[in-house]
């Protein structure tokens, strides 16, 4: 009986032991939760708006054939931190170039993506890059209907919003042509990152200060 006793026992301090590890090792999240929310001037912010994360402001042209890159290596490590509580980003969408057709395709983009629910925004964000037109400079692309049919595919029905473009001026002139020397801009609490934010595990150091991981 003594014996059985002894075993039962350390079954249940092993069982204690492996809960405090969990407890531990989960993210920690206020009661508030990860959400994604619209601001005032247009951007758009993914937070647990309890916590106390570093902030990650990413500018990005929709029409940037660099920014199209970046989503491509770095997005999923972004938005699993984000997720995790780990880091508050902030996206900007601006518009940057100043000769056709590349301008009017980044307006017509972001015009868009501001008709678009915060519930379906990255998800049209994910399509955008998708469709960028190519190559850059030389073509005309993010044509309004084409936007719409991004847009359903995102699960947004806005298609008068997108039509219309209803959002074009307030984009330009809420930080559409934000003070920036190109895009993408990265600044981690503030601090402008260089090439290190091309690289999923340098860009998860940065943020976390731990060994990071590769997606």
């Not at 920014?67 to 518009?95: P, Q, S, Y």
């Not at 972001?110 to 399509?127: G, I, K, M, T």
């Not at 595919?153 to 298609?159: H, Y």
């Amino acid at each position: 009986m003594k014996k059985r006793l002894a075993a039962v026992a350390a079954v249940c301090a092993a069982f204690v032991v492996l809960l405090t590890v969990l407890a531990f090792s989960e993210p920690s999240h206020s009661e508030q939760g990860v959400r994604l929310t619209r601001q005032p001037d247009g951007s758009m912010v993914l937070a647990d708006k309890g916590g106390d994360a570093p902030v990650l402001d990413l500018y990005e042209d929709f029409d940037c054939p660099v920014c199209k890159e970046l989503h491509a290596r770095v997005n999923a490590t972004i938005m699993r931190l984000a997720r995790a509580g780990e880091v508050k980003v902030v996206f900007h969408a601006v518009t940057v170039f100043e000769e056709e057709p590349s301008r009017s395709n980044s307006i017509r983009a972001a015009a868009a993506a501001r008709c678009v629910p915060e519930s379906n925004w990255l998800a049209f964000r994910d399509e955008l890059y998708a469709m960028q037109p190519a190559p850059h400079g030389l073509v005309s692309g993010f044509g309004v209907e084409d936007l719409v049919k991004a847009a359903r595919k995102a699960g947004a029905n806005v298609d008068q919003c997108v039509t219309s473009q209803s959002y074009a001026e307030t984009h330009l002139s809420a930080g559409g042509g934000a003070s920036i020397d190109g895009t993408p801009t990265l600044l981690l609490d503030g601090r402008m990152l260089g090439n290190e934010a091309f690289d999923p595990a340098s860009l998860e150091r940065l943020i976390t200060g731990g060994p990071g991981i590769s997606v």
